[in-house]
């Protein structure tokens, strides 16, 4: 597609459910990234893709979160027993990661608001 | 650790004027400095970039400057218009390609 494509857009969950929030970035793009925005604060990193394979999951907050990334293209994080404090808009991004600013194209977020 | 920092959470300005975001930083392994630009529901969509081995970097109304020994980066918007009211993110790469954010600093322009 023409952009970096992110679904659900929103999802109300319960304390304890695991989640699951899919990233479709644009085609060609090797490299790809999640982050999260909570209430009033920056972009967190999370996890980066080159590929398949993600060199850095230094930002995963606990091992309930998990992330993978398929064909080289569409890439789900997931959240297992979901706690209030993970309530954040999940952001997708993806790039060419060429020699310059690694200028990262994202998607328009997945909101997770856990009750 | 947060390594890249926008000390000013708000600014306000008269429709026509001059907007000016500043950023610090403190990992001088960063080579690369980038703005992006946030509405409310979208995500941020890139805005400018400047390397570390320049100062300046213009491209229509908006202009970063990169002042390497203090660490400090600063964007100008001339003129500022309506359009411009948006949620403004600092950021930051080293070797690694990963941006670091700043927190971001809300601008609003006033008609």
């Known amino acids: 597609g023409a952009g970096v494509s992110q679904s659900p857009s929103n999802k109300v969950t319960e304390k304890g459910k695991d989640v699951e929030l899919r990233c479709d970035p644009i085609s060609g793009h090797t490299a790809l990234y999640w982050y999260r925005q909570r209430l009033g604060q920056g972009l967190e990193f999370l996890i980066y893709f080159q590929g398949n394979s993600a060199p850095d999951k230094s930002g995963l907050p606990s091992d309930r979160f998990s992330a993978e990334r398929t064909g080289e293209s569409v890439s789900t994080l997931t959240i297992q027993r979901t706690q209030q404090e993970d309530s954040a808009v999940y952001l997708c991004?993806?790039?060419?990661?060429?020699?310059?600013?690694?200028?990262?194209?994202f998607g328009a977020g997945s909101r997770l608001t856990v009750l | 650790d947060q390594q890249v920092k926008q000390n000013s959470p708000s600014l306000s300005v008269q429709e026509g004027r001059i907007s000016i975001l500043n950023c610090d930083y403190t990992?001088?392994?960063?080579?690369?400095f980038l703005w992006y630009k946030k509405y409310p529901a979208e995500g941020p969509t890139f805005l400018i970039s400047?390397?570390?081995?320049?100062d300046k970097n213009e491209d229509g109304r908006f202009t970063v400057f990169l002042n390497k020994s203090a660490k400090h980066l600063s964007l100008h918007i001339v003129p500022s218009q309506p359009g411009d009211s948006a949620v403004y993110f600092c950021a930051a790469s080293a070797w690694d390609y990963k941006l670091s954010f700043g927190a971001g600093t809300t601008v609003t322009v006033r008609a």
């Open positions: 990992n001088s392994m960063f080579d690369y």
């Open positions: 991004a993806s790039s060419l990661r060429q020699s310059g600013a690694n200028v990262l194209t």
């Open positions: 400047i390397s570390s081995i320049k």
